[in-house]
Each structure stands twice: as C-alpha cells, then as structure tokens.
C-alpha cells in the first residue's frame, strides 16, 4: 500500500468516528434542547387530539393523546399525579436529555389510583407519599410523557378531563 492509501484510510476512519459520534452524542441532544426549550419547565402540557398537521411529537398517532412534562429536577424533585382510565391504554415514559428512555409504565402494571411518580436526580433521598413510584433521572433534565389511548371521539371529554386532573409539584430533597 501507498502511503497515500494508508492517510486516505487514516482520515476515512477518523471522520467516520467523528460522524459517529454527532450523530449518537450531538443530534440527539440538540433536538431534545429544541423541544424542551419551547415548553415550560416543571408544568403540565396538554396537547389536543393529533391530526394530520401535528408535529409537536414526531409521528404522533391520531388514536393517543399527550401530556407532557419538560422537567428540571437538577434543584427539586417533582411528584406527578393522574387519574389512571379504567379499562384504556393509558402510559407514562420518561426520557432523559439525549432522547434515551430510561422509564415505562402502563395502566395494566399501577397498583393505586390515582398514580403517584415522583422524579429525582440521581443520587438523591426523598420523603415519598405512601403508593409513590420513585424514579431516579440519569440527568437532571428531560421530558416525562403520558400516552391516553382514545377509542372513538365519544371518549374526549374524558380523555380531557383526566388530563386536567394531571398535576405536577415541586418537591424537596432530603
């Protein structure tokens, strides 16, 4: 081999590992950025019934309907509260700031209702109300997204009112 092969060799698998890198460590964490930028922080979002011009979640599916929670627990825990529907899909999954999913519970596995989560940092103590699911964040910020699966338009007004009844508040660490 020349040794010109031998640099074009050198400099492929050096910008490939570059490449590599952006698009695991960098993008991901830019487009969570952008997302968490636009929501408030430590507070309940209610999104309406997707259709063909929602983009708020890449692809949502028109038969879900989301409520999100861009949090901060970098300062304070958060205690996440929802009614769970009976007899409906109903999720919460939590991802931490480079789109990672670290957290998924649906409403076939709760055990109490309402549903009680409470997001710490990692490494953190908390004093937990009885039935809380505690949830420890790789990284201090994050979104935390709830999935109500709708039937038929005639559950809306349900869907909603579950979603009002949804609520965050900010905690103390130990």
Known sequence: MTPFIIIAIILFLVSAVIAHFITLAVIPRQLMKKLMDRLPVN???R???????????????????YTNVNYDVSKAPILFTSP???????SVSIFQDN???F??????????????LMLVKRGKKVDAPENTVVVQSPTNKGILLVRHLV???DKMDEVKAIQRQAAVEIKQYR
Do not use: K
């Open 47 to 65: 999104e309406r019934r997707p259709d063909a011009n929602s983009r708020g979640v890449v692809q949502p599916s028109p038969d879900l309907v």
């Open 151 to 153: 039937t038929s338009d």
């Open 84 to 90: 769970v529907p009976a007899n409906c899909y109903w």
């Open 103 to 116: 957290f998924v519970i649906n409403d076939r596995q709760i055990r109490s209702n309402p549903f009680q």
């Open 43 to 45: 507070a309940i979002r």
């Open 99 to 101: 789109t990672d999913n």
